[in-house]
């Protein structure tokens, strides 16, 4: 316990020269910051029992996987969105697209969640869709222009008030000017240079020639990287048009992310994309390539001035590749160890609805990646969606969490139980 407080005075001292950046403070994060009590006491519980999870339930009994997998409903999580697993197992916090974080446990270990409430009640959020874990358990929430730093979530979850800090301040993330409703949701994932990388969502179908300037200064586009006490800001990546899902390869540390491809080019094209990145600076083609090497209209007829990397797996145009995460448990047979478990959300605006699944990608001795369906049925016979899976994350089990913002809902896959 001590060594723990001591973390957390640490902590609040490099938060506290964050938190300064900004003098006004929009909710109760800065008596937060200082440990002061808000007076909030109410929690929001979301009942795991009853009709609704029952036809959610029935809904998983179409669903297709292959031999020896199965999958259940772990927990229902109102807009469940991107997910960050505990280090310590204890909770699964899930952001969302809508001013709620929630806090997920399984207190009897019988790999269904036995309680789902609100995380840090006290907190205004704004679109908090990516939580992120460090290993040595700080929790990170990105927000559409804030970034948010809990230097001891699994031990504070329990109560209303739960010591936070600003590690990018409100308004700092973007310019206040490039705020949209469009591509807000943010994805972070620490690094094994220790960095915390952050994506940043253009707000534009294309992204206009007048922008990118800005864009590029500020990762816009993008993906940026800082050191975990907010200093260090620098673009990591370039051509980005919406990547909503990042992670690193537990072998080689290399960084590989999902990006959206642009709409309104007709029902198959331009591909989406699985990307590798191997170096710092690289550029991933927005806006001269609508998604993989379809050149878009808007800038069909430039030369690209700048070395586009190509990416790893073009998947189908617009399923809308979402949240990703490595396979590193024991629990799935061998050849799913370091493969790529990720969600397809479906296409809003194809003529036949695609997408809406959880794909797995292997990657090969030479890097070369393919990527095929592994669990799918979320959308029926009638083109209707049945749920639209948005991340995976892995239990400390093996097993492997699906989110599904549509439903609602956390599912659990797991092998040979």
């Known amino acids: 316990m001590k060594a723990l407080l001591t973390s957390i005075a640490t902590i609040a001292l490099i938060a506290g020269t964050v938190s300064a950046q900004t003098a006004d403070v929009p909710d109760n994060l800065e008596k937060l910051s200082n440990f002061q009590k808000t007076g909030v006491t109410d929690f929001t519980f979301i009942d795991q029992t009853g009709p609704y999870a029952d036809g959610i339930k029935k809904t998983l009994e179409q669903i297709t996987l292959p031999a020896g997998f199965k999958i259940e409903l772990y927990a229902v999580v109102p807009d469940a969105r991107h997910m960050a697993v505990g280090p310590q197992g204890i909770v699964t916090f899930v952001g969302t697209r809508k001013d709620k974080v929630w806090s997920v446990t399984d207190r009897n270990k019988d790999r269904v969640a036995d309680e789902v409430k609100d995380f840090a ?127 690193f390869h537990p072998v080689t540390g290399d960084l590989w992310f999902t990006d959206n491809q642009v709409d309104g080019m007709g029902d198959d094209i331009p591909p989406g994309e699985i990307n590798h990145q191997t170096a710092a600076g690289q550029h991933f083609g927005h806006p001269w390539f609508g998604g993989g090497d379809t050149r878009t209209n808007e800038y069909k007829d430039e030369d690209v001035p700048v070395d586009v990397v190509m990416p790893a797996v073009a998947t189908i145009a617009h399923a809308a590749d979402l949240g990703m995460s490595f396979y590193t448990g024991n629990m799935f047979p061998a050849k799913y160890k370091n493969a790529i478990f990720s969600a397809q959300h479906g296409s809003w605006n194809r003529t036949t609805p695609v997408g809406a699944r959880v794909m797995v990608t292997f990657i090969a001795e030479d890097g070369t990646a393919t990527t095929e369906p592994f669990a799918e049925g979320w959308i029926d016979g009638n083109g209707e969606y049945l749920g639209r899976p948005v991340d995976v994350a892995q239990l400390r089990d093996g097993s492997i969490l699906v989110s599904d913002d549509l439903a609602g809902a956390l599912y659990r896959i797991s092998y040979g139980e």
């Open 121 to 247: 009640p006290s907190l205004q959020f704004a679109i908090p869709n990516g939580p992120c874990f460090s290993t040595d358990g700080f929790l990170y929430i990105a927000e559409q222009n804030r970034v948010l730093l809990f230097p001891a979530a699994e031990f504070f979850y329990e109560s209303p008030d739960v010591a936070a800090f600003n590690l990018i301040a409100q308004g700092d993330l973007i310019p206040v000017e490039e705020e949209s409703f469009n591509h807000t949701a943010r994805v972070c994932k620490i690094g094994p240079d220790g960095k915390i990388y952050i994506s940043l969502g253009q707000p534009f179908n294309v992204a206009p020639a007048e922008k990118l300037d800005l864009y590029n200064k500020t990762g816009i586009g993008g993906m940026i990287r800082l050191n975990t006490d907010g200093t260090g800001r620098e673009v990591f990546t370039y051509g980005i048009r919406n990547s909503v899902g990042h992670e």
